[in-house]
């Protein structure tokens, strides 16, 4: 069965490129995506996890308010009985400040993974087939359609 990843891009952020390319990359590796789109609220992210039992929550923000928009969000999804993996990518955080310091304030706000903009889509989908246990057979096995 294919992993359900949820994917959109949260709060006021209304940029959608970044997520269509991660969409087809991570379709194309096997996984099922629930695209929530752009400008989306914590509560849409929770309740689309809840609704398609997802495996990953995947959250872009590329317009660098990423820290104000994702205040709250982990409590949220606890609140609603998920434990699952969180990934962040994007240009997280106005003023270009050390990369390090970024991603380590994204960790400790309880995201499992954090992604510069110059990460390749293929990173991400290696990242989830690690947190999730996913070995590669297994992924190209369910993306190539049964002959009968």
Known sequence: MPRTVILGVIGSDAHVVG????DQALSAAGFDVVNLGVQTSQAEFVDAATAHDADAVLVSSLYGHAEQDCRGFHEQLAAA???LPTYIGGNLAVGQDEWTETRRRFERMGFTRVFDSETEPQEAIDALRVDLDISTTETDRESVPAYT
């Open 19 to 22: 997520i269509t390319i991660l």
């Open 81 to 83: 009985d998920l434990d």
